[in-house]
């Protein structure tokens, strides 16, 4: 594709958390966007829901290598919470269990 209405670097895109991608204005009033997953993918084409406008994404792949796949994204983090709480109650039991003799 060659046609795009403008190269912007990521630098220069805002990130959304609640929707989960990096946008920036589009001239029709709307925003151009694009999440991690397709930065991750090598995707470097953000899209206008609201126009047929697109943006080139000048980015370092390299940065988004590390992504985790979409139908992972939630699981990790509550695997990590549990992990966290496991180590506190082992934790906990050490301590119960620790006696000091001189």
């Known amino acids: 594709m060659g046609a795009y209405y403008d190269e912007i670097e990521i630098e220069d895109m805002t990130w959304d958390e609640s929707k989960g991608v990096y946008h920036y204005p589009c001239p029709c009033g709307d925003r151009f966007e694009i999440s991690r997953r397709q930065l991750a ?45 496991s180590d506190d109650d082992h934790f906990q039991d050490a301590l119960d269990r620790l006696t000091l003799h001189d």
Request: overall charge negative; charged content about 40%; proline content about 9%.
């Open 41 to 85: 993918n090598y995707e470097d084409i953000a899209t206008c829901p609201s126009c047929s406008l697109v943006i080139r994404v000048i980015y370092d792949p390299l940065d988004f290598e590390d992504e985790p796949p979409d139908d992972e994204q939630g699981t990790e983090q509550s695997d990590e919470d549990e992990a966290e709480e």
